[in-house]
Structures are given as structure tokens and as C-alpha cells.
């Protein structure tokens, strides 16, 4: 499996970025997919997650609102939609998935395959 996350960059604080995860070598439907981020300094933390087929989504409450996960299983891709952005927001995001047919998790742990990360920064 692998994952390759693009789509970050420089913004400015109210601004909006589209994240995306292309998805190689898999039957993408048969994984749930998460987004993560870590920030300098700080441990990685989760930011949203989707089932495999789309149906069902959870959200940290700092993406709550202003994030949306979704994904298109004909594409391969996973996406995070991210709106009203704050700088506070500034990490690295990863996107990653646990082993097939497994359910999606809010924790780091039950992730297998990550991708490299794209940094966001959000400038005040």
C-alpha cells in the first residue's frame, strides 16, 4: 500500500487548502482512511477519519465544522477539505489507513500504511 498525501501549503488565516491522498496498490474500498497532523514540537494527533465506503465520518473537535473528510473510491483518493483556517492549524498532515476490512480509529495506533505528509501553514 501506498499513500501519498498533496495539496498543502502557505495560507493565510481564514483561508481554505484541499488536501488529497492518492492510494497505490490496493483495493481502496477495502480500507478505512484517516487524516492526522503534528505540529513542531507536539505528538501527532487525529484529524479526521471515514469509513471505507464513504457512509460514516468522525472529526477531532478542532476540524469540527471547518474540515471535511471525504473520499472517491473510483479515484483512488482520499481528500480533507479544510475552510476557515487558523494557525493553530500549522503541522504536517498525514494520511493513513489500518489493515484491510479493518473499521476506521480516531488512534494513531491502529494505523498501519502512512503516507509522507504534506505541510500546512497557516500565517496569522
Known amino acids: 500500500v501506498q499513500l501519498q498525501a498533496s495539496g498543502g501549503g502557505l495560507v493565510q488565516a481564514g483561508g481554505f487548502l484541499r488536501l488529497s491522498c492518492a492510494a497505490s496498490?490496493?483495493?481502496?474500498?477495502?480500507?478505512?482512511m484517516g487524516w492526522f497532523r503534528q505540529a513542531p514540537g507536539k505528538e501527532r494527533e487525529f484529524v479526521a477519519a471515514?469509513?471505507?465506503?464513504?457512509?460514516?465520518?468522525n472529526y477531532a473537535d478542532s476540524g469540527s465544522g471547518r474540515f471535511t473528510i471525504s473520499r472517491d473510491n473510483a479515484k483512488n483518493t482520499l481528500y480533507l477539505q479544510m475552510n476557515s483556517l487558523k494557525p493553530e492549524d500549522t503541522a504536517v498532515y498525514y494520511c493513513?489507513?489500518?489493515?484491510?476490512?479493518?473499521?476506521?480509529?480516531?488512534?494513531?495506533?491502529?494505523?498501519?500504511?502512512w503516507g509522507q505528509g504534506t505541510l500546512v501553514t497557516v500565517s496569522s
Open positions: 496498490g490496493v483495493t481502496f474500498n477495502s480500507y478505512a
Open positions: 493513513a489507513a489500518p489493515k484491510a476490512l479493518r473499521p476506521y480509529s480516531t488512534s494513531a495506533t491502529d494505523y498501519y500504511y
Open positions: 471515514i469509513s471505507r465506503g464513504g457512509g460514516i465520518t
